[in-house]
């Protein structure tokens, strides 16, 4: 997907960037080993991204505000399970236990506090990255020796994400479902993300995004159902002022933003309908012009609404191009419900039903 303006990171590490050969040592004490588990097999490679904001209250105190993070901890505690073997799995921490660590451990420290406050008086965007890693020295090839969680933390002042252009990639697999790798932000399931996006390229050159299919690819192409995009979920607008959400599965992960923009629209007179939506029955809302829009749903960019999606046959034929009908009643609604969803974070906003504000002062 697009990328972030005005981006500040708070923690330090060290950098190799491959194409200017750039090495720098950001901060000493943000090391991982060359022969790490993590390094070369994607062992205990978990991850979450978690938006926040934050502001000073009437008594000059830090306010650091979440919507459902709580989920956010959840999932990523159900990446650190899979990641450990049966017999680890009293390691896993508990949800408090994760709250503790990010928010009166890591966040109360004085470096952070004033990246918090520069964060506070600039009003931008905040986002925690928490990760885990195997800080064992070791080439064997077994759970990890020494898992162990850090997390960084950025603001950013906007994601560029519209307009974007996207195209469907049939014959790559983000993840298996019977595996259980799909739904859990692991760091093995975004490296096809990213190669289904060079796919996508080859069909136009501009596209910023690739839409998958379900892991069926013996199956007819037309009967294949839509999945998610590259690294985000996706909602469909209706011609008829519906929007269709595709139901949690295995090869989905569980969106917390997705959740709550459902709920948002819904507060807004918005019919939500969650069931699967086949290639076929996508192509053909496209041909008849009964698409107002695919949205791409993510932590980082909420919601963008696609300028331009590419339907192609398994051999990059393409079979239909989709623009949004920007003038349509609904198009309008989805911009204003992503601004409604980032106007709770500033208590703007009425919560609706199902949201959870979390704050804490520092």
Known sequence: MAGFEGVKWASKQMRYLLENKEFEILKEDAKVYA??????????????????????????????????????????????????????????????ELENIFIHQYFKQPEMIKFLEEMAKKKAQGYLRPFTVDEEQSIGVTFPGMPSIRAVTCRYDRYLGEPFNGVVVPNLVRAVGINKTGCLKLGINYLISVKAIDAAKEIDPEAASALFLDDKPDQKLENRLITEWDSSCCLFALKDNTVVKIPENELILPSITIQGMVRILKKMGVDIEERQISYQELINKVKSDELVSICSVGTAGIMNRCSQLTLVDSKGKILGEHKPQVNHKLYQILGEARTYYWNIYKEQAEIPKGIRLNKYIL
């Open 35 to 96: 022969v790490s588990r993590s390094i070369h097999y994607g062992q205990f490679l978990a991850f979450e991204g978690i938006r926040f904001f934050c502001k000073k209250n009437k008594k000059d105190r830090i306010e650091v505000l979440f919507l459902n993070w709580k989920d956010n901890l959840k999932r990523f505690q159900k990446g650190i399970s899979f990641n450990l073997g049966k017999k680890q799995q009293k390691m896993v921490p508990g949800i408090e």
